[in-house]
Structures are given as structure tokens and as C-alpha cells.
């Protein structure tokens, strides 16, 4: 799987919204090898978007097209800032991945010294992690370079999440997770509390 990451601020999230929809009608259909995409905005007007795709060669090939180009050139004006990007083809996928049926996402970005080691131990357990948080529906991580991470979980309701994070965790769950946090350094967390999946 290769992920695109893309975030900035946005002024009006309905026109964001109308925009990344016209893509679902008009530019998907001739995107060979996409798997789905995951957008949302937060409180603050931060938009992200994660699209999968099979390959690195499947997404270089749909941002080659002339009618995505044509198509980006119309999501640009929608931010009020510079847009950043990462990618990412060695994905660390959790409880099956992303969720069209989530009605929350959670997004966390920061820097690391061991990305790799952080992924493995937040990626342990996931039977007793999915038995003691039956309300994370997936998650995917991610090392887009120079030492900076991006992870989206996915929840059945941001209620459930909140509720979830005060829960007490098997000890051998709870040290691997702490550490993985701990690992995680500053992280900036993102919530999308009303996210739009596109899938082919």
C-alpha cells in the first residue's frame, strides 16, 4: 500500500467538501490502482487527506493525469495556507486499516527517533487491544521522512473514543502502548469529527 498525506488550513469547509466530492465523480474513475481516501477538517480548519493507493507507480501515474492536475489546481484555492505533503509505502496497517464506517478519525502527526520501533509496539496486541477497545475500527501509521510520522485511527464515534482513552488496558497492552507514546516525542493530534471516505 502507498498513502499521500496533504494538510492546511482551509476557510470554508463546504466549498473543501464540494471540491473533494467532484473528484469522487469526475477524476476516480480513471484512477487505476486507488484504494480509498480519508478527508476531514478540524475545529481549527485543518484540513488532511490520506488517499491509498496500490503502488507508489499507481499514484505517480493518477498525479500525472491532466484532469487531477486540472482538478488539484481547484482544491489549491480552497486552502489559505501552503499545503504540506508526506508519503509513504511501508504502512504499518492496525486492526485491518481504515474504516469507511467510522464516524471519527484521529490524526497524529510529529517527529520520532525510532518511527520504526514505535510502529511495532503500537501495532502489538491487537486481539486484546481490539477486545478492550472494541471502538477502534483500524488505523494505519505511517514514516514520511526525515524522522516525521503520520497515524489516522478510526472510531465508531468520537464519544466512544473519549470514553475509550480513560479505560484501564491489560498491563502487558498498557506498557507497549506507553511506550510507543513515549516514542511518539510532541505530537500534534488532529480530530475529524465528520470525515469523508471516497472509495472506488
Known sequence: MFIQVFKGKVGDEAAARRTLERWRDDVMPGATGFLGSTT???ADGTLVGLARFE?????????GRPEQDAWWSEMEKCFEDEVKFGECDDVTVVLGGGSDEARF????TGHSDDIARMHQVM???QDEMHAARPEILGGVMM????????????FTSEEAARAGE???LPDDVRAEIEEGMALMGEATFIDLPNPLFISP
Open 123 to 125: 501495532s502489538s496486541h
Open 55 to 63: 503502488s507508489r507507480d499507481a499514484a505517480m501515474a493518477n498525479s
Open 40 to 42: 476531514g477538517v478540524a
Open 166 to 168: 480513560k479505560l484501564d
Open 105 to 108: 478519525v484521529q490524526v497524529m
Open 143 to 154: 514514516d514520511v521522512g526525515n524522522r516525521r510520522y503520520v497515524q489516522a485511527f478510526y
